[in-house]
């Protein structure tokens, strides 16, 4: 390989991270860092890395959107996604309802790891996140076999074009997940790789904070 992966460097200037800062729940500081990387036009901000194990324990990753945060079961606040529940993430969900989603900022220098347990969201919330889709990204949704193998593209295109005209209904296979985390960690890159991490972990009724080594 022509580059020098090993001598690639940045160096991380920014303002460290302040235990004084974050309150006693984790989402609204989460929420801040969210809206500041949307402040600053970096492309698509609510791109996650969602993480997920086989039956066999091998995990993968894989983007996706985060595309609202809302309230879980037990009261606590989560970030959704959507998805084809019979795809290879969804396969995955319905045998270990546990994950964790990565927002990388690199532009900043940031990144917010959450891991928790994974709810299905209702029928009606999912109808409610699908009618906002272009129409165009709701046949989409419904004439993908996401995770199938494809003997080729035209076969896709095919079943896109035959749909093209149908009024767009929501397959009972296509809809949320909302990922409910007990443990949350903010990163910030510092000045000589002493970078800042301030971590969450949900024990009970509170959340008890921690600063980690870098
Ligand atoms: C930036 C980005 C955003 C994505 N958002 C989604 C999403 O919200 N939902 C989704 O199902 N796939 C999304 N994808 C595609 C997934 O990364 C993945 O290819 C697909 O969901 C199939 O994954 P699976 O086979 O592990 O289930 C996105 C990909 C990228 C690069």
Not at 20 to 26: L, N, T, V, Y
């Given at each position: 390989m022509e580059i020098d992966l090993a001598r690639m460097r940045k160096e991380y200037e920014d303002a460290g991270l302040d235990e004084?800062?974050?309150?006693?729940?984790?989402m609204p500081h989460f929420e801040q860092w969210l809206s500041a990387a949307h402040e600053a036009k970096?492309?698509?901000?609510?791109a996650m890395v969602l993480s997920t194990v086989d039956p066999d324990g091998a995990p993968t990753g894989r983007w996706v959107l985060c595309k609202g945060i809302s309230t879980g079961a037990n009261g606590q606040l989560g970030v959704e996604f959507y998805t084809n529940y019979n795809s290879q993430k969804g396969r995955h969900l319905a045998d270990r309802p546990v994950a964790s989603v990565t927002f990388g900022w690199l532009a900043v220098n940031r990144q917010v790891r959450m891991q928790g347990s994974i709810e299905v969201m209702t029928a009606e919330e999912s109808d409610i996140y699908f009618a906002k889709r272009p129409p165009l990204s709701q046949i989409g949704a419904m004439v993908s076999d996401q995770s199938e193998v494809l003997a080729d593209r035209s076969v896709l295109e095919a079943a896109f074009a035959a749909a093209e005209s149908e009024t767009p209904v929501r397959p009972d296979h296509w809809g949320g997940y909302r990922l409910v985390p007990n443990v949350i960690e903010f990163w910030q890159g510092r000045r000589s790789r002493l970078h800042d991490r301030i971590r969450y972990t949900h024990n009970t009724d509170n959340w008890i904070i921690d600063r980690l080594a870098p």
């Open positions: 004084a800062d974050f309150g006693p729940e984790p970096l492309v698509e901000p609510n």
